[in-house]
């Protein structure tokens, strides 16, 4: 059973409107939260953070939110630019700085002209 | 700027061949990974190292190995190759502060096909 799932395979947004990306989560130990952003024949780039200490991160056009109760994160891009177009995966740690990471299995965004 | 390097790009190999999967990483990270990415189910880890020598089984291990002799280069060995692990294989490393999560560092991949 996936511990992060991605409900949404794909999603199309026209340039400048705002793209949501959602995240699940069912482990309760995870306290950190990563997105990763990936362009085709492209390893994963890192993209934005949260700890669970916060319920918000901001970096430039990108935010993430994050719901512990509803154990629920989600990425928002605005304005969403062509560039913007990749597949986005989640990823989650649970406690003691651990290393590992469990990856959700991607949301592919098309920004359309 | 840090850098993962990937041996190959794309390989094309027969069932029961060893096949090895070369990874190399400049910025003297402990960590490193090896993860398989396929369709619908995302990335997934099959071994890490967070030091040379050192080496931990992830969620996927079987019918796989791994080798860390030096610190920069984590290898990923198929012993006798089958046709589902055909799949995008990523490198990654990221550093080990025990104080602070640190992001990892993907390679290109590698995408390996088994015929």
């Known amino acids: 059973d996936q511990q992060v799932k991605q409900n949404s395979p794909s999603l199309s947004v026209q340039e400048g409107r705002i793209s949501i990306l959602n995240c699940d989560y069912t482990n309760s130990m995870f306290d950190y939260f990563l997105w990763y952003k990936k362009y085709p024949a492209e390893g994963p780039t890192f993209l934005i953070s949260i700890s669970s200490i916060k319920d918000k991160n901001e970096d430039g056009r990108f935010t993430v939110f994050l719901n512990k109760s509803a154990k629920h994160l989600s990425l928002h891009i605005v304005p969403s630019q062509p560039g913007d177009s990749a597949v986005y995966f989640c990823a989650a740690s649970a406690g003691n700085y651990g290393q590992n990471f469990v990856f959700g299995p991607g949301t592919r965004l098309s920004v359309l002209p | ?115």
């Open chain 2, 1 to 115: 700027d840090v850098k993962v390097t990937q041996s190959s790009r794309y390989l094309v190999k027969r069932t029961g061949e060893k096949v090895f999967l070369e990874c190399v990483q400049d910025m003297d990270h402990e960590n490193m990974f090896w993860y398989r990415q396929d369709p619908g189910l995302g990335l997934r880890l099959i071994y890490f190292s967070y030091d040379v020598k050192m080496k931990e089984k992830g969620d996927i291990p079987e019918g796989y190995s791994v080798s860390r002799e030096k610190k920069e280069r984590f290898s990923l060995i198929l012993e006798s190759a089958s046709t589902n692990q055909t799949s995008m294989y990523l490198c990654a490393s990221s550093l080990l502060w025990e104080s602070s999560y640190n992001e990892q560092f993907f390679g290109p991949g590698t995408r390996l096909t088994v015929l």
